[in-house]
């Protein structure tokens, strides 16, 4: 079992940055690959990022490429996501997930462990 836990969430104008870290606890949180995703009210829940489990090896939504950074520190179990240039549109709840796929994955169902979520407001 794999417990998440973000934080960093809040209310930041546009242009604004947030950083939102996601923090693991479990047996070998650090063996698995780790994904952001963000769900706005009406909306489905969508993917934003995802890190190997080594940190070598990053993917990006086309909507968040340039803007939003994931990182890792595994000597700490957390997971982090650096959020720069920030749009109204990137208003919603974000959550980080965990999966034991070793390829890229971006779809909900190849994530067996999520966080509770944390919200972000961008105004405008």
């Known amino acids: 079992q794999v417990q998440l836990v973000e934080s960093g969430g809040g209310l930041v104008q546009a242009g604004g940055s947030l950083r939102l870290s996601c923090a693991a606890s479990?047996?070998?949180?650090?063996?698995?690959?780790m994904g952001w995703f963000r769900q706005a009210p009406g909306k489905e829940r969508e993917f934003v990022a995802r890190?190997?489990?080594?940190?070598?090896?990053?993917y990006y939504a086309d909507s968040v490429k340039g803007r939003f950074t994931i990182s890792r520190d595994n000597a700490k179990n957390t997971v982090y996501l650096q959020m720069n240039s920030l749009k109204p549109e990137d208003t919603a709840v974000y959550y980080c997930?965990?999966?034991?796929?070793?390829?890229?994955?971006?779809?909900?169902?190849?994530?067996?462990?999520w966080g509770q979520g944390t919200q972000v407001t961008v105004s405008s």
């Open positions: 479990g047996r070998t949180s650090s063996t698995y690959g």
């Open positions: 997930a965990a999966t034991t796929s070793t390829i890229v994955v971006i779809t909900t169902s190849n994530y067996y462990y």
């Open positions: 890190i190997s489990w080594s940190g070598g090896s990053t």
